[in-house]
């Protein structure tokens, strides 16, 4: 094994996994998305979101 080999190596593995990490938290994140709009088409509301005045009184 010689040495640009080794290197290379290991920034080609060290940038794949930073790619797969990236990919990871993109495809979650439009999945939480999702799940979100689900639940609201739902009825379900977030906590932080003010409720409607007609339902406070």
Sequence with gaps: MT???YVFGS???AAFMILAIIAWVWIDGRL???ELAA???SG???RSQRAPESETK
């Design 32 to 34: 939480r998305r999702r």
């Design 11 to 13: 920034y080609g593995f």
């Design 3 to 5: 040495h640009p080999f």
């Design 44 to 46: 379900i509301r977030r």
């Design 39 to 41: 639940l609201e088409a």
